[in-house]
């Protein structure tokens, strides 16, 4: 019935995270909330880890990509379960920084980070920034001689897979604005050129094919088609380049019908194709980084609304509005995401209406999702949105002044708040 496990029913039929009441914590800090597990996110971090060391011998590092939703507290908790870190801009490596995390340990990724932001990194420390295109590539020398420091890079490729995922978070094919073309050539003449670069070293090679992908095999694909470059990059300029990144992007389940494979079939799977590809091409087996965002927080996670007004239009639909919307969670209104909702009093219930989880902004489209089984709902009942752990406070927004709700993570029968709630007063901090 659930999607992940850290979401349980009690005696009372009360939706509950790690066994704490949702209706206790609704009423403890009002809504909309979100709510995440500690032990969850903890979890998901080690079944990536243990796959890389079982499957692949530890010879690389999980990073977690923050960008799925990024605060302090995540930051220290991915330190501790020793992991690395990807962010994808200034904001993100200045609060990765903040919260302590080891900057050796950070991955800075971008398709047009500005100078501010590469000295930024250069001054951190950032351990690895991964170059997307040649102005960037020279821009960063430039930089680094400034610094007197030798800057480690990774180059971002388009392999050229098609993920076969929703057109907007789709990355690797060659019509996409992140990373080197393989097949123009582009990619081997980065190579080229930063050989020529005295104060950078090219450590190796990224790419990203996308994200909430099922298959392994575009993963497969993927991991063939950049160890191969690797080869003709040794032959053709006799640099041997350690490091592979895989990129993150495997699905999690947002729907009983979603079926993702295992968190540990993924690394099964790569490790004998990049073993197997290696033996072929007589290539040494690289360091191989791996960079899940979705799959570590996204299931962690869950958000409580409070019902508002409850409409039927008898033959049409019934419109339920919440005390949040789009301003929280974009993803319906931005890819028609799906979600599994329930009424968090009645959770064990039958799903006996269909509704359209509508938000409270003045826009049509401030969906949650439309024919959504549920249970019985009325005014004042908490629903719940379950998996909103990734890409939802990371995209929330101010539309109509709308405060972005707290994040309280609980933890074995504790909870706290790891972001506050906005208020009016905050919405209004920078007007002048
Ligand atoms: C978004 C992104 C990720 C994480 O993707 P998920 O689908 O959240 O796992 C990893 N690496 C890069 C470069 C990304 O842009």
């Known amino acids: 019935m659930f999607v992940a496990d850290c979401l349980q029913v009690n005696r009372e039929g009360h939706l509950c995270v790690e066994q704490q009441d949702t209706l206790e914590l609704a009423k403890k800090y009002g809504t909309p909330l979100f709510v995440m597990s500690e032990t969850q996110i903890r979890k998901n971090c080690r079944l990536y880890q ?61 398709n047009n980070k500005t100078q501010t932001e590469l000295i930024a990194a250069l001054e951190h420390g950032v351990g690895t920034i991964v ?46 604005k992140f ?30 094919i996308g994200s909430q992908i099922f298959d392994t095999e575009p993963f ?62 007589d290539f040494p087996t690289p360091y191989i980084l791996m960079e899940p965002g979705r799959s570590i927080v996204g299931p962690a996670g869950i958000t409580l609304y409070t019902v508002g007004s409850v409409k039927e239009i008898p033959g049409v639909r019934t419109y339920v509005s919440v005390d949040g919307g789009m301003t929280d969670n974009p993803r319906y209104a931005l890819y028609q995401a799906e979600y599994q909702i329930m009424n968090a009093g009645l959770a064990a219930g039958e799903k006996t209406m269909r509704v359209t989880l509508a938000g409270h902004c003045c826009e049509s489209g401030d969906l949650i999702g439309e024919n959504l089984p549920v249970q019985d709902l009325q005014k004042g009942d908490v629903v719940a949105v379950l998996s909103t752990g990734a890409y939802n406070y990371s995209m929330a927004s101010h539309y109509n002044r709308v405060p972005n709700p707290p994040v309280v993570m609980v933890k074995g029968g504790t909870d706290r708040v790891i972001v506050k709630r906005e208020t009016w007063e905050d919405l209004t901090r920078m007007d002048v």
Do not use: W
Request: hydrophobic share 40%; with cysteine; charged share 20%.
């Open 131 to 176: 170059v997307d295109n040649l102005e960037e590539l020279e821009l960063l020398d430039r930089l680094a001689e400034a610094k007197g420091v030798c800057q480690q890079i990774m180059f971002r490729v388009k392999p050229g897979v098609d993920a076969h995922t929703h057109q907007f978070i789709r990355t690797g094919q060659i019509d996409s």
């Open 179 to 208: 990373g080197f073309a393989l097949e123009t050539g582009e990619a081997l003449a980065a190579v080229q050129r930063a050989a020529g670069l005295s104060h950078l070293n090219l450590s190796g090679l990224h790419c990203h």
């Open 50 to 110: 243990d796959s890389l060391q079982r499957f692949y011998g530890g010879n690389g590092l999980v990073l977690y990509a923050s960008k799925a939703f990024c605060c302090k507290e995540i930051c220290r908790i991915a330190a501790e379960e020793g992991m690395g870190l990807d962010v994808v801009s200034g904001g993100e490596l200045y609060t990765a920084i903040s919260a302590g995390f080891p900057a050796d340990r950070i991955y800075f990724h971008g």
């Open 220 to 281: 497969l694909l993927a991991v063939r088609v950049m160890i191969g470059f690797l080869a003709q990059i040794r032959q053709e300029t006799g640099q041997v380049l350690h490091q592979l990144n895989l990129g993150g992007g495997f699905g999690i389940r947002y729907t009983p019908e979603n079926d993702p494979p295992a968190y540990e079939t993924y690394m099964e799977q790569v490790s004998a194709a990049v073993h197997e590809t290696c033996a072929l091409l």
